[in-house]
């Protein structure tokens, strides 16, 4: 099969090259997905799990991308819950072989039904931001209704998310990122913006909850302005600032049916909007995942026109 692989950490995204891989089989519990569409989060290539398997042994070259939307083409021994020839969606295993391919094997659990009226690409495009987002407020942050949020990078992939969700369950969400962001973050549901290159974040006064995909500087002024009780939630590692009088927690995104369930009603009732910047064909993907200029929100990649 073609796939995109990597086999050198420092190259990071420009070291990424298509090539002719071995089609996975399905171990038990797995299923086969015939990929249609692939989303991939830089980040990842910085993550022990592209690199080296549970054991810490050395796995490239390895396929990146863990976000897929396609069709289930073989189940592995024992594998209940879905069936071939299914539509699905989900997160795939950060220390397998990903989803920047035209087939990926995954554990049933990682994955949702995706309902055919959603496109593969907008399905791609939700497992990382939209479980994030998710998990950041309801799980690890203890969202309560009527509390503020501040979302670091709101115009983002996790940020866009968070912002929507948080709005919806009852949130006052500030925004935050840079200059050219201000109208995207408003669009998605913040009911103010701070420029993070230009505004006082001080000036916001306190908070409830604040939502970071940033940390450093930013992180360490943020932790400051949270409420007594409340909670700074860091998807950028181990927070390196506390709250005085509140909680500091970090996580990496878990797969989980019901919350991809959760999300794909919400986009089909329209109450979740994704964040697509760019869609490539895997021909283009190289290209595309190193763009020369700022992509605003996610690049999806179509595996399968
Ligand atoms: N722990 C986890 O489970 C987890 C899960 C998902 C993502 N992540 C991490 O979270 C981060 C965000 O992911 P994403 O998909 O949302 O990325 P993204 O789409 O690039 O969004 C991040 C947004 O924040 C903005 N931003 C970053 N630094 C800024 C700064 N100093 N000042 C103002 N704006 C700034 C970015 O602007 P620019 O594009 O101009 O920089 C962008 O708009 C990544 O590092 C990713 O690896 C972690």
Known sequence: MRAIVVTDEAAGPAGMTLADRPEPEAAGNDVVVQVHASGFTPGELTWPGTWTDRLGRDRTPSIPGHEVAGVVSALGYGTRGLSVGQRVFGLTDWTRDGTLAEYVAVEARNLAPLPGDVDFTVGASLPISGLTAWQGLF?????????????????????????????????????????????????????EFVDLGGSELEEIGGVDLVFDMIGGDIQKRSAALVRAGGTLVSIAGPPEARPADGVAVDFVVEADRAQLGELVQRVRDGRLRTNIANVASLDDAVAALNPTTRVKGKTIIQVRP
């Open 139 to 191: 799980v690890h942050g203890r969202f309560d209704v009527g509390q503020s949020v501040l979302v670091h990078g709101a115009a983002g992939g996790v940020g866009s998310m968070v912002t929507q969700l948080a709005r919806e369950a009852g949130a006052y969400v500030i925004g935050t990122g840079r200059t050219a962001d201000r109208e995207a973050a408003l669009d998605f549901g913040a009911q």
